[in-house]
């Protein structure tokens, strides 16, 4: 009875799933999404977005946004010189869980480490992005919104291909770097960008 009591409860649970994207990145803003589905959303699709081509990464992104509530926080190339890469993620997942216009129970957070967010039950999943629908979401959403970001972002800076590569550090995109210089939205902190500084330096 009493399991059968937890199981209800967890039922009723409002559960928001949360992942970031562009930590890796040598260039820009770090996203972050927070997603609270819908409960007859169909969710057999959902899985991490790396796993999933450009294309059906979009169509998921529009059917999950039609059918979820859900919120977009970044943290800008500023906020990750200043405070680095892992608080930047985190000041991302708490921005974009705070815009929910509806308030979660329970957040569900890809990875080890949680951002300090007051008034929230936090709990940490590692690899969620592959075993949690709610997370699953988040990384597409994330993912597909700062893609676009790239893509417009790439136009006036063509040569370092950032929207194919959305600024990590492919042979293309550390070639163009190379040859071309850094740019305004390169993050200088970052090993290969520093490398690079370094050496021009000396």
């Not at 999950?64 to 509530?69: E, G, L, R, V």
């Not at 709610?134 to 929207?163: C, F, G, P």
């Amino acid at each position: 009875l009493a399991n059968l009591s937890f199981l209800h409860n967890l039922m009723k649970r409002i559960v928001a799933g949360v992942d970031e994207v562009g930590r890796g990145s040598l260039i820009g803003p770090v996203y972050a999404a927070a997603v609270i589905l819908n409960k007859k959303i169909n969710k057999k699709d959902f899985k991490d977005s790396k796993k999933l081509s450009k294309t059906k990464r979009e169509v998921l992104a529009k059917y999950i946004k039609k059918n979820s509530t859900w919120a977009i926080g970044f943290a800008s190339l500023k906020e990750i010189e200043k405070i680095n890469i892992l608080n930047a993620s985190l000041l991302a997942m708490k921005r974009a869980i705070i815009k929910l216009k509806k308030k979660p129970n329970l957040v569900l957070i890809d990875g080890n480490k949680s951002p300090k967010i007051k008034n929230f039950l936090t709990k940490n999943i590692i690899r969620g992005d592959q075993k949690i629908a709610e997370i699953s979401a988040a990384s597409i959403i994330a993912k597909v919104s700062r893609d676009k970001l790239m893509k417009n972002m790439s136009k006036k800076y063509k040569k370092y291909k950032w929207d194919i590569n959305a600024g990590y550090g492919t042979k293309d995109h550390l070639k163009a770097i190379e040859k071309y210089g850094i740019t305004k939205f390169h993050r200088k902190t970052f090993g290969p960008i520093h490398k690079i500084l370094s050496l021009k330096k000396n």
